[in-house]
T-cell receptor, first 112, second 114 residues
Framework: GQSLEQPSEVTAVEGAIVQINCTYQ??????LSWYQQHDGGAPTFLSY????GLEETGRFSSFLSRSDSYGYLLLQELQMKDSASYFC?????????????FGGGTRVLVKP | DTGVSQNPRHKITKRGQNVTFRCDPI?????LYWYRQTLGQGPEFLTY????????KSRLLSDRFSAERPKGSFSTLEIQRTEQGDSAMYLC????????????FGPGTRLTVT
């Protein structure tokens, strides 16, 4: 089977940096995606890593270490609008076609 | 294209009734996914399609759940003999083949079973 672990909640102040870790176990790993979901909203794609290393997209960066089965999402220069839930999702190789399995999510609360 | 749409947005039903939800994906997307999400949890995979073919159905899904995508465009998810435990947000997403990491989600259908 597969499993993903990420912290349930993180609190930080505006302007700070937050790192959300994600560890995973899966038999057919292909890549790691990150999604953001505001309360009452739909998940939206943030970032993706298929290879080891850092991917930077504006204030958000994502890192992957395939050998450690570990990744993280880095949120820099936190803004109030970044208060949301963040999900890591493993892309698994399946014979029928790749699919995503989501973690339980990390709720980020940004305080003034 | 305005993105993924789902109807209805909210559904309240009595236990034992059948319900059907509809999802209209982004038009050029051949992959379509259904998820269920409860409060404080991540989206839980239910099933997915490539065009009209159903590729996989979650082993956790009971036989009361069925999904179709008859013409490879919109999809329906039916729950028969609803139970209170079925209360959740039902999310639909779509993607291109080969870009399964980048899924576009609809606003969801919130089901409440009383």
């Amino acid at each position: 089977g597969q499993s993903l672990e990420q912290p349930s909640e993180v609190t930080a102040v505006e302007g700070a940096i937050v790192q959300i870790n994600c560890t995973y176990q899966t038999s057919g790993f292909y890549g790691l995606s990150w999604y953001q979901q505001h309360d009452g909203g739909a998940p939206t794609f943030l970032s993706y890593n298929a290879l080891d290393g850092l991917e930077e997209t504006g204030r958000f960066s994502s890192f992957l270490s395939r050998s450690d089965s570990y990744g993280y999402l880095l949120l820099q220069e936190l803004q109030m609008k970044d208060s949301a839930s963040y999900f890591c999702a493993v892309e698994e190789i399946k014979a029928a076609g790749n699919k995503l399995t989501f973690g339980g999510g990390t709720r980020v609360l940004v305080k003034p | 294209d305005t993105g993924v749409s789902q109807n209805p947005r909210h559904k309240i039903t009595k236990r034992g009734q059948n319900v059907t939800f509809r999802c209209d994906p982004i038009s050029e997307h051949n992959r379509l996914y259904w998820y269920r999400q409860t409060l404080g949890q991540g989206p839980e995979f239910l099933t997915y399609f490539q065009n009209e073919a159903q590729l996989e159905k979650s082993r956790l899904l009971s036989d009361r759940f069925s999904a179709e995508r008859p013409k490879g465009s919109f999809s329906t998810l039916e729950i028969q003999r609803t139970e209170q435990g079925d209360s959740a947000m039902y999310l639909c997403a779509s993607s291109l083949v080969g870009q399964e990491e980048l899924q576009y989600f609809g606003p969801g259908t919130r089901l409440t079973v009383t």
